[in-house]
């Protein structure tokens, strides 16, 4: 079946320091990829998509590129914020499909 | 983007009650889905609601236990039957976008005593 997984978590970052969450991906159809964030006390974001292969996803910072080759869909940033302290929550949709398979999720805790 | 709200945000709820969730949608939309989201866990789909026929259910989901409501393209209820303790989640709906992407509500956290 179609499944993602995420880097385990907790990540914890300095202010201003890169950010790699790993995310990979296996699927029977063509998926279209996603990262959500939830911030505490609140419901998911979408924060960036993709949806074709070497397709980049970027929003606020964060970017993500389409990885067909290694099934993957790694999220960076550059240089974090306190403020992006949340929960990240990688997620494919098959072309088939309207369900969305979700990761674990990780959680970033980002230090001034 | 869907802007999404739901009520209520939180409830307690005490055992062998039943609490039932609204999820509006500020634009139309085909389908809505929604969620359970367990403590410091992912999301698992409950089901997927059409306007004008049955719900979906997941794997492990029944309606007597969740039954949805979906009586226009802009609104939909989840209820949460016969509470027990196992149930305390947070609860979330979603509405399909034109990309592919999904958009969430803020969820309504429950808590069971």
């Known amino acids: 079946g179609d499944s993602v997984t995420q880097m385990e978590g907790p990540v914890t970052l300095s202010e201003e320091a890169f950010l790699t969450i790993n995310c990979t991906y296996t699927a029977t159809g063509y998926p279209s990829l996603f990262w959500y964030v939830q911030y505490p006390g609140e419901g998911l974001q979408l924060l960036l998509k993709?949806?074709?292969?070497?397709d980049k996803g970027s929003n606020k910072g964060f970017e993500a590129t389409y990885r067909k080759e290694t099934t993957s869909f790694h999220l960076e940033k550059g240089s974090v914020q306190v403020s992006d302290s949340a929960v990240y929550f990688c997620a494919l949709r098959v072309d088939y499909g309207q369900n969305f398979v979700f990761g674990p999720g990780t959680r970033l805790s980002v230090l001034p | 983007s869907a802007v999404i709200s739901q009520k209520p945000s939180r409830d307690i709820c005490q055992r062998g009650t039943s609490l039932t969730i609204q999820c509006q949608v500020d634009s139309q939309v085909t389908m809505m889905f929604w969620y359970r989201q367990q403590p410091g866990q992912s999301l698992t789909l409950i089901a997927t609601a059409n306007q004008g026929s049955e719900a979906t259910y997941e794997s492990g989901f029944v309606i007597d236990k969740f039954p949805i409501s979906r009586p226009n393209l802009t609104f939909s209820t989840l209820t949460v039957s016969n509470l027990s303790p196992e149930d305390s989640s947070i609860y979330l709906c979603?509405?399909?976008?034109?990309?592919?992407?999904?958009?969430f509500g803020p969820g309504t956290r429950l808590t069971v005593t």
């Open positions: 993709a949806t074709k292969a070497d």
């Open positions: 979603s509405a399909g976008g034109q990309g592919y992407e999904q958009y």
